[in-house]
C-alpha cells in the first residue's frame, strides 16, 4: 500500500515527507492506521548518527497511536478497529524477556535501530528500492505503520487517542521510573521526598506520577525558568534552577539532609553526580536519562557505600499492556494531564517540531498525520 513518511535520508539530515510502499502484515503483525505520534530525543539521536547500527534512508518515529487497519493471521488478542498505542519493542526469549523483564531484552538494539525486522527483512520501499524502518519495530512517523501485535497495546474506547502516543516512551519512562521502580507493587512512598532532575517529558511525567504516588516534597531541577513554571503547576512544591553547590545545599535544606529519591533524567554527568550527592542515607537515584556511549560519571565511594542506590532503567521498567492502561486511567481522571506537556504539529512541519524538542520550547512535540 501507499504511505506517506518523513524520511531521514542521510544521517544528520533533515527529515523529508515522501510517498512510499508498505507491505502486508506477517503473521504476528498489525496494520496500524496511525492518526498521531510522539517525538522523543531519541528519534533526533537517531537522526544525528547517534545509533552505529542504524542505516538510512530510515523512518523513524516510535511513540506510534492510532487505529488496528488489519492483523496477521495468527493475532487472535486484536482486531480492525481497536485504538492502540504502540510500545518499545522485545524479543520474547532472552533472559531479560523470559524473567518477564521486558525492558532489559538483550535484543533490544537490533530491534530498536536496525532499520529491519526481526527476520531481516525490510517492509518499507519506495521505487521498489528498499527504506529501512522498523524503529522500535514501528516507524511511526507515516500514515501507516507495521508493528508486531506483542508491542502493542490496546487502548479505552473513550480515550482521546491522538494526544496518547507519547505514553508508548517517553511518558512511561518517567512515570515507569517512580511507580514501578520507586514504589513496587504493594509498596507505598508516600510522604517520602522526592527530586526530578530535568522536567522535560519524561521528568514531567515522573513528577506527575510522585504526585500520584503522595510523595512531598517533590523538587524541580531544571534550567529553563518557563518547565519549571509548568513543573509547578503539576505538583512540584519546589522549583530550583540547578546552579550546582548551591542547589545541593537547597536541597538539603528543604529535605531535611537529602531526598529519598532522585530521578535523573537530563544525561548530564555535572547532574547525575549532583543527584547522587543530594541522597540521603538508603535513597535510591534512579537513572533515565540516555547518554552517548562512553560516557562516564564519577561519585565518591564512601558516599556511595552509605547506603545510597543508583540504579539504570529503560521504559520505566513497564510491561506495557499492564502499565500504559493504568496510565490512560490517571489520564482520564485528571490525575496524569498529559496533555499539559503536549504541542501538536502536522507531519508536513517535522523540521519545526525537531527544532522545537532540541531547543526546549516544547516539552513534548505530537505530530498529526495527514489522512
Ligand atoms: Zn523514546
Ligand atoms: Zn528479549
Same mark, same amino acid.
Given at each position: 500500500m501507499k504511505i506517506t513518511a518523513a524520511i531521514v535520508p542521510a544521517r544528520s539530515q533533515p527529515f523529508e515527507? %515522501? %510517498?512510499?510502499? #508498505? *507491505? @502486508?502484515?506477517?503473521?504476528?503483525?498489525?496494520? !496500524?492506521?496511525?492518526? @498521531?505520534?510522539?517525538?522523543?530525543?531519541?528519534?533526533? =539521536? *537517531?537522526?544525528?548518527?547517534? &545509533?552505529?547500527?542504524?542505516?538510512?534512508?530510515? !523512518?523513524?518515529? =516510535?511513540?506510534g497511536v492510532g487505529v488496528v487497519e488489519a492483523v496477521g493471521a495468527a493475532v487472535t488478542d486484536l482486531a480492525a478497529g481497536d485504538p492502540v498505542v504502540i510500545s518499545f519493542p522485545y524479543c520474547g526469549q532472552c533472559e531479560p524477556c523470559s524473567a518477564g523483564r521486558i525492558s532489559y531484552c538483550t535484543n533490544a538494539r537490533a530491534l530498536k535501530s536496525g532499520g529491519r525486522r526481526a527476520d531481516g527483512s525490510t517492509p518499507m520501499s519506495r521505487d521498489g528500492a528498499p527504506v529501512y524502518s522498523c524503529f522500535f519495530q514501528q516507524s511511526s512517523f507515516a500514515t501507516f505503520a507495521l508493528a508486531p501485535a506483542k508491542d502493542v497495546v490496546k487502548l479505552r474506547r473513550d480515550a482521546p487517542v491522538e494526544w496518547l502516543g507519547p505514553l508508548g516512551c517517553g511518558l512511561q519512562t518517567g512515570a515507569g521510573a517512580v511507580l514501578n521502580v520507586m514504589q513496587p507493587p504493594g509498596t507505598s512512598i508516600q510522604g517520602q521526598s522526592i527530586a526530578v532532575y530535568g522536567v522535560g517529558g519524561v521528568g514531567l511525567a515522573g513528577l506527575m506520577a510522585a504526585r500520584i504516588a503522595g510523595c512531598d516534597p517533590i523538587i524541580a531541577i531544571d534550567r529553563l525558568p518557563a518547565r519549571l513554571a509548568l513543573a509547578r503547576e503539576l505538583g512540584a512544591t519546589h522549583v530550583l534552577e540547578s546552579k550546582?553547590?548551591?542547589?545541593?545545599?537547597?536541597?538539603?535544606?528543604?529535605?531535611?539532609?537529602?531526598? =529519598? &529519591? @532522585? #530521578?535523573?533524567?537530563? *544525561?548530564?554527568?555535572?547532574? &547525575?553526580?549532583?543527584?547522587?550527592? @543530594?541522597?540521603? *542515607? #538508603?535513597?535510591?537515584? $534512579? #537513572?533515565?536519562?540516555?547518554?552517548?556511549?562512553?560516557?562516564? $560519571?564519577?561519585f565518591e565511594m564512601p558516599w556511595l557505600q552509605g547506603g545510597r542506590t543508583v540504579r539504570g532503567v529503560i521504559q520505566g521498567d513497564s510491561r506495557p499492556r499492564d502499565f500504559i492502561p493504568q496510565l490512560v486511567d490517571h489520564f482520564m481522571e485528571d490525575r496524569f494531564p498529559l496533555d499539559r506537556l503536549v504541542t501538536r504539529y502536522a507531519l508536513a512541519d517535522i523540521n519545526r517540531a525537531a527544532a522545537d524538542a532540541a531547543s526546549g520550547a516544547t516539552i513534548k512535540p505530537v505530530l498529526s498525520m495527514p489522512h
Open positions: 515527507i %515522501q %510517498q512510499l510502499d #508498505l *507491505a @502486508a502484515p506477517l503473521t504476528d503483525e498489525v496494520l !496500524v492506521r496511525i492518526l @498521531a505520534s510522539g517525538m522523543c530525543h531519541t528519534d533526533l =539521536h *537517531a537522526r544525528d548518527g547517534y &545509533f552505529p547500527n542504524l542505516p538510512y534512508p530510515i !523512518v523513524c518515529g =516510535h511513540e550546582g553547590g548551591e542547589t545541593l545545599a537547597e536541597i538539603r535544606k528543604i529535605t531535611g539532609g537529602g531526598t =529519598h &529519591f @532522585a #530521578l535523573e533524567t537530563s *544525561a548530564v554527568p555535572q547532574i &547525575f553526580r549532583l543527584a547522587v550527592d @543530594a541522597l540521603r *542515607a #538508603l535513597g535510591v537515584c $534512579v #537513572l533515565v536519562g540516555s547518554a552517548r556511549a562512553g560516557t562516564e $560519571v564519577t
